[in-house]
């Protein structure tokens, strides 16, 4: 129904800035709530941001104030800017669609985020 393909992770230092993107299959993206979620070295998987179709927006307190999500139904894509980037931000992020009607639930492969100097 829904593949979710993340691009746009690699190697910043700390300070630096880095903007993942997810592309999403199909015609229906508005119909999903979509996140960022994200699992580090020997952590647990946690939500980073989310956002509806109407634009309102959750993060994690730890990134409040430094990354930024958005989407584009028009382009089936939501993207996550991430400024002020510190070495606790390192992880594995992943995008994450859910139904509005179905709760049906969808998961990119991830991308490698590692901020070190």
């Known amino acids: 129904q829904v593949q979710l393909v993340e691009s746009g992770g690699g190697l910043v230092q700390p300070g630096g800035s880095l903007t993942l993107s997810c592309a999403a299959s199909?015609?229906?993206?508005?119909?999903?709530?979509m996140a960022w979620y994200r699992q580090g070295p020997g952590k647990e998987r946690e939500l980073v941001a989310r956002i509806d179709r109407g634009g309102y927006t959750n993060y994690a307190d730890s990134v409040k104030g430094r990354f930024t999500i958005s989407r584009d139904n028009a382009k089936n894509t939501v993207s996550l800017q991430m400024n002020s980037l510190k070495p606790e931000d390192t992880a594995a992020y992943y995008c994450n669609a859910v139904h509005y009607s179905t709760g049906m639930n969808y998961w990119g492969k991830g991308s490698l985020v590692t901020v070190s100097s």
């Open positions: 199909g015609n229906i993206f508005s119909m999903y709530v």
